[in-house]
């Protein structure tokens, strides 16, 4: 089976999007990052990726004004034109509209910082803490139009400890992002994801929620 060529979208930072380089760096990883693409200029991933011989693309979302899918089809046009097989939302702030998300259906996956369907949208951390959860976590899920829902493909969970900060808290669960995400791709990449009635199945099998990492 050919690596499957894949693009990562972020925002920003791109701690996620290393970590999925870093996994498709083995030759043996059912995966290739074929193109990391930003919808912010500035994004310090794309950086990142440039100097490591990475194609990259800026579609930036100001230029469209309020023409979502406007930018969603430049979007599609890059992926398109650099053959991409399946695409990874890392950190990547943008919601998309059904436009896009079609095109991609089964083949599209997102990061969450919580264990889904707890904590869905932004300051999942903080919010985390305020509630008093003893356990948080992270969530890899393929992308439907409605926002961080979607079948879980592979969730990994973290201690809430007494003693935790926003900062501590989010440091816990980036870590355990950064080894989930490389696994979750290598999964779909490989073949080895079916989804049915809305679950994902890994060799036919209903994946262990939350499976630890
Ligand atoms: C991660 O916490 C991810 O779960 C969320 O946004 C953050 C992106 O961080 N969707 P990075 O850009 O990958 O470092």
Request: net charge neutral.
């Amino acid at each position: 089976m050919p690596r499957q060529r894949v693009a990562v979208l972020i925002s920003g930072r791109g701690s996620n999007m290393d970590a999925l380089i870093a996994a498709a760096n083995d030759p043996a990883y059912p995966a290739e990052i074929a193109l990391v693409l930003s919808n912010v200029p500035t994004a310090a991933g794309i950086e990142r990726a440039d100097r490591m011989g990475i194609a990259t693309a800026i579609v930036d979302h100001t230029q469209f004004g309020k023409d979502r899918e406007a930018f969603e089809r430049a979007v599609q046009k890059v992926l398109e034109t650099h053959r991409i097989d399946i695409v990874c939302l890392a950190g990547f702030l943008r919601l998309l509209t059904p436009f896009l998300v079609r095109q991609w259906e089964g083949r599209m996956l997102n990061i969450h910082p919580a264990l889904l369907p707890a904590f869905k949208g932004l300051d999942t951390h903080a919010r985390a803490l305020a509630a008093g959860v003893k356990q948080h976590g992270a969530t890899v899920h393929f992308v439907v139009p409605e926002m961080d829902a979607g079948p879980i493909l592979a969730q990994a969970a973290v201690p809430v400890l007494a003693d935790d900060t926003e900062a501590t808290l989010a440091a816990r669960v980036l870590a355990a992002e950064h080894r989930l995400y490389p696994q979750a791709l290598g999964l779909l990449a490989g073949g080895r994801v079916t989804v049915r009635d809305g679950r994902c199945l890994v060799d036919g099998v209903p994946v262990p929620v939350p499976a630890s990492v």
